[in-house]
């Protein structure tokens, strides 16, 4: 496609489910973020994809958290046992290069724990 | 421990008025620089992006500047339209493979 692309574009889930959040980058790019983005805050950091390889995953916030990218392509975010502090835009990043390039954000995902 | 901040936290205007938009950070040691605009329940569009060796950067009326040292850019948005209404964000690139560190934004009105 044109752009980054992500499903579901909204979710609501209830305390204690599993969920799975999808991000098609943009053909061909080697780089993928997933950055996670509360109310009226900028986007914070979760991880960084080169290709198939986690290179960081500094910023998951617990081991519920859980991301791939098998092919290299398109790439899951899970999240376990989902909490009510879980709730946020999570939103995924694509660029075109291993460096510090321009990066391209999908519309996200809105996750509502209830 | 890097920190972007943004000044002020809103924003309003009548049509016709330049925007300046303010953007800080603590650590000096960026790759580049990006300045976003996010519209509500939207992902962010990439306005410009300026390279750690530039002073600045211009796309049609956006304008945004770069002074590395002192840790600020500046996004000029030059008479501003209704349509400029957003919350636009500036994030810094803090590792050679492009990770952001991100403000909290500047929300912008721009009244008719």
């Known amino acids: 496609g044109a752009g980054v692309s992500q499903s579901p574009r909204y979710k609501v889930a209830k305390r204690g489910q599993d969920v799975a959040l999808r991000c098609d980058p943009i053909?061909?790019?080697?780089?993928l973020f997933w950055y996670q983005q509360a109310l009226g805050q900028g986007p914070e950091f979760l991880t960084y994809f080169q290709n198939e390889a986690q290179l960081d995953k500094s910023g998951l916030p617990s081991d519920r958290f859980f991301a791939e990218r098998p092919e290299g392509s398109v790439s899951t975010l899970k999240i376990q046992r989902t909490q009510q502090e879980d709730s946020a835009v999570y939103l995924c990043?694509?660029?075109?290069?291993?460096?510090?390039?321009?990066?391209?954000f999908g519309q996200g995902t809105r996750l509502t724990v209830v | 421990k890097q920190e972007v901040t943004q000044i002020p936290a809103a924003l309003s205007v009548p049509e016709g008025e330049n925007l300046v938009l303010n953007c800080s950070f603590t650590?000096?040691?960026?790759?580049?620089l990006q300045w976003f605009r996010q519209d509500p329940g939207k992902g962010l569009t990439s306005l410009l992006l300026?390279?750690?060796?530039?002073r600045e950067q211009t796309s049609g009326r956006l304008n945004a500047s770069l002074d590395k040292s002192s840790g600020r850019s500046t996004l000029y948005i030059a008479a501003s339209q209704p349509g400029d209404s957003a919350t636009y964000l500036c994030a810094v690139t803090t590792d050679s493979w492009g990770k952001l560190q991100f403000g909290a934004g500047t929300q912008v009105v721009v009244t008719p």
């Open positions: 990043a694509s660029s075109p290069g291993a460096g510090a390039t321009e990066a391209f």
């Open positions: 300026i390279q750690s060796s530039q």
């Open positions: 053909s061909g790019h080697v780089s």
């Open positions: 650590d000096s040691a960026i790759y580049n």
